[in-house]
């Protein structure tokens, strides 16, 4: 019997017709609040189809493509409600996979609407067609006390061109395809057990029991062959079959739902059992879903006794009514989600959504946004609702979004009684350069710029260059220490001003992020040539790298540190002091955090500098050099 009353209490099925689609839903949403796990377990990102009910785009581990999922058909019998998922794999168009894919699917992968059409597959039936590898089905017993769940595919999908593919244009002898030869040849079941893997991993986890059943079933199949003139035909094979992999949970005799006969069921290498008792079956030994359930989310440790930073960091994003705050947001979310890292919005006031939220206590509401992503509407005070939010979802960031009409001055004292919690990083303002005359009108407007390390100055565009210098001008008679970014549509890379992850190596950094993030852990030492220091400038954006591999004088690096000219705006490293004690060092526009450094597994001693054309100022050498002695 599975745990379903402990997990979700009331009644499973209360209409047949979206039952199943809504119980995948519930375990993919499940899973999205436990980061680590959902990341052990192979999930990459989960997104729902925005103009569709019940199909999802999936990005998994090991596959560089996307998957889609989407839900077909219902059958009820007279003891199971039982739901078909058709599965699709979208390959990356530069993956080799294309070329095992149809000259079809193949061509669609070139287009330039090929992105735009995967978001969406739902809406062009041609794209499941073309990119379908398999069935997924998930079934109920009426008593919901039993799960199965299963995959059917072809352990080959084979599709033959009988009179070949000609290139365009070309004379009657010129072959894409020869006559008689594969137009497809798709290892359909190997790509559709890569999410099943997922999923059902998912689901023993959600449901935290291991599977009681499985069966596997390889029976003969078939390929398929088409003529020019539209005839088809499906021919027997023998290089082809049709597999079906089974997992029970719960106390069912589930070969009465395999739909095969009892003969099937003896013919050796065809079909193996395999029921709780026995030793696992070999083709699966490894398979997360005999364990996802006893994967631990470190919640249970102290993660800083074993060198693991664990307070996540905390991002304020402010700016007046219609700003462009959202847009900023939007850009950072969805630059966190490529990097694989979970992220949770306080909002402040949240106004009219159309979010259905869950309600988790009175101090705040969650809504999950995408894939990674989760997002809070504060009611109460700040330290409850982010101690739940921590607690119950362990972010890697906590981004805090103000309304449009609150005044920032005085956060910062606010998160300070928070640090054992968090890592308060910076305070970011967009403003409104189309509307900056509302920074003299209100109050607010002028005390968020004052407040701010960080200030995007959106809309550029609707302004001209002398309006331009006017505003930055005056931003910065207002605020003389915070970098200001020009921006249209609140875009900025946030690689550039958020990034710099220095508890990993060099080389994990720059496979993890673009050109203008990894700028940050890239570099040479500072006894080279001091050009062959500077990576990517961008926007007028530039970094620089000092290896400081001797301890450092704490006292005289501090003074450094609080004399940072204006144009550096971001500094992050470990360095060792006396008598080589590991230090972090974080600075943002004027206000630095030192604290202890604990990870053996982190050796390299250095200090990264960004900030405004570092490559053409006199304080970027002054900088460097003053540092540099400190070696």
């Not at 745990?3 to 017709?17: D, L, T």
């Not at 080959?156 to 030869?181: N, W």
């Not at 008679?477 to 609140?490: D, M, V, Y």
């Amino acid at each position: 019997m599975t745990k379903f009353k402990e997990i979700k209490p009331g009644k499973i099925v209360e209409n047949v017709a979206t039952a199943i689609p809504e119980l995948v839903q519930y375990f993919l949403s499940r899973i999205q609040f436990v980061p680590n796990t959902r990341f052990s377990i192979g999930w990459r990102g989960i997104k729902p189809c925005e103009r569709f009910e019940n199909g999802w785009t999936f990005k998994v581990a090991g596959f560089k493509g996307v998957y889609g999922l989407c839900f077909d058909n219902y059958s009820q019998s007279t003891d199971w409600l039982n739901g078909t998922f058709g599965m699709s794999y979208f390959p990356h168009p530069d993956e080799d996979l294309v070329e095992r894919f149809s000259l079809a699917a193949a061509y669609q992968t070139q287009q330039a609407d090929y992105f735009a059409k995967i978001r969406e597959f739902m809406a062009h039936p041609e794209m499941r067609s073309l990119f379908h590898v398999g069935d997924f089905n998930l079934s109920i017993n009426n008593d919901e006390t039993d799960l199965m769940l299963s995959l059917k595919a072809h352990s080959r999908h084979k599709v033959i061109a009988k009179d070949g593919i000609q290139l365009p244009g070309s004379d009657a002898s010129t072959y894409l395809i020869s006559p008689g030869c594969n137009d497809q040849n798709l290892p359909s079941f190997v790509i559709a057990y890569g999410l099943f893997k997922v999923l059902a991993s998912t689901i023993t986890f959600s449901l935290q029991q291991a599977p009681d059943f499985l069966c596997r079933n390889k029976s003969r199949g078939n390929h398929y062959a088409y003529a020019y003139n539209g005839d088809s035909e499906t021919l027997p094979s023998v290089s082809v079959n049709d597999v079906s992999l089974y997992l029970g949970y719960g106390n069912t005799d589930f070969t009465q739902q395999t739909e095969m006969k009892p003969a099937e069921l003896t013919k050796k290498n065809q079909t193996e059992l395999w029921k709780t008792g026995d030793p696992l079956p070999k083709f699966c030994q490894q398979a997360l879903w005999w364990i996802a359930h006893q994967i631990d989310d470190l919640r249970a440790y102290d993660k800083r006794l074993i060198g693991i930073e664990d307070r996540p960091q905390l991002l304020v994003i402010s700016g007046f009514l219609g700003a462009g705050k959202t847009s900023l947001l939007q850009h950072f979310l969805e630059h966190q989600v490529q990097r694989d890292r979970f992220v949770a919005v306080l909002q402040n006031e949240f106004g009219e959504t159309g979010l259905d939220g869950k309600l988790l206590n009175d101090s705040y509401s969650v809504t999950e946004l995408n894939e990674g992503t989760v997002c809070c509407t504060l009611s109460g005070e700040l330290r409850p609702a982010i101690n739940n939010i921590i607690n119950r979802f362990q972010p890697d960031m906590i981004v805090l979004e103000t309304s449009g009409a609150t005044n920032p001055i005085g956060l910062r004292d606010d998160f300070m009684p928070l640090s054992e919690m968090v890592r308060f990083d910076s305070i970011t303002t967009v403003v409104d350069a189309s509307n900056y005359h509302a920074v003299d009108k209100y109050e607010v407007a002028a005390d968020q710029i004052s407040a701010a390390d960080l200030i995007v100055l959106n809309k550029t565009d609707r302004i001209d260059a002398e309006k331009l210098n006017e505003i930055t001008k005056d931003i910065r008679a207002r605020n003389p220490f915070a970098s200001i970014h020009p921006t249209t549509q609140g875009y900025i890379n946030p690689g550039l001003i958020y990034d710099l992850d220095v508890t990993r190596s060099d080389k994990e950094n720059t496979e993890h992020t673009d050109d203008s993030a990894a700028v940050a852990l890239e570099s040479k030492t500072l006894e080279n040539t001091p050009s062959q220091n500077h990576k990517h400038s961008h926007d007028g954006i530039s970094s620089v790298k000092i290896d400081l591999e001797q301890p450092v004088n704490i006292d005289a690096f501090i003074k450094i540190v609080e004399a940072m000219p204006p144009s550096v705006f971001r500094l992050k490293g470990i360095v060792n002091i006396g008598l080589g004690q590991a230090v972090l060092v974080q600075y943002v526009c004027g206000h630095y955090d030192i604290s202890n450094f604990q990870n053996p597994n982190v050796t390299d001693r250095f200090i990264v500098i960004i900030g405004h054309e570092l490559s053409s100022t006199s304080q970027k050498f002054e900088a460097l050099n003053l540092l540099a002695e400190l070696t």
